[in-house]
Nanobody, 125 residues
């Protein structure tokens, strides 16, 4: 079992930055692809960013490309999401998730095995 806990969310003005962290426990995430998803008010959960188990491959939703950066520190069992140039439409609950590295990377939330509890990010205009 992998337990994931997000931190770093909060309220920020449009154009500002936040850095989310996802700390894992219970098992090393070295063998897991990691993803960040988000769910805005009245919307379905959507993929935002993903990183391979090695950290060598990253991918992003078009809506965040160029503004968000996903990274990982396997020694700390932690994944990060640096969010810059935030927009009001980025307002959502953000979740980190883990998917076994024996499979390929995925954007579908149903492909992920473990989830954090989520953290609120609110961007004011």
């Amino acid at each position: 079992q992998v337990q994931l806990v997000e931190s770093g969310g909060g309220l920020v003005q449009a154009g500002g930055s936040l850095r989310l962290s996802c700390a894992a426990s219970g098992r090393t995430i070295n063998n897991y692809h990691m993803g960040w998803f988000r769910q805005g008010p009245g919307k379905e959960r959507e993929f935002a960013a993903g990183i391979s188990w090695s950290g060598g491959i990253t991918n992003y939703a078009d809506s965040v490309k160029g503004r968000f950066t996903i990274s990982r520190d396997n020694a700390k069992n932690t994944v990060y999401l640096q969010m810059n140039s935030l927009k009001p439409e980025d307002t959502a609950v953000y979740y980190c998730a883990a998917r076994s590295g024996i499979y390929g990377m995925a954007h579908n939330p149903y492909a992920y095995d473990y989830w954090g509890q989520g953290i609120q990010v609110t961007v004011s205009s």
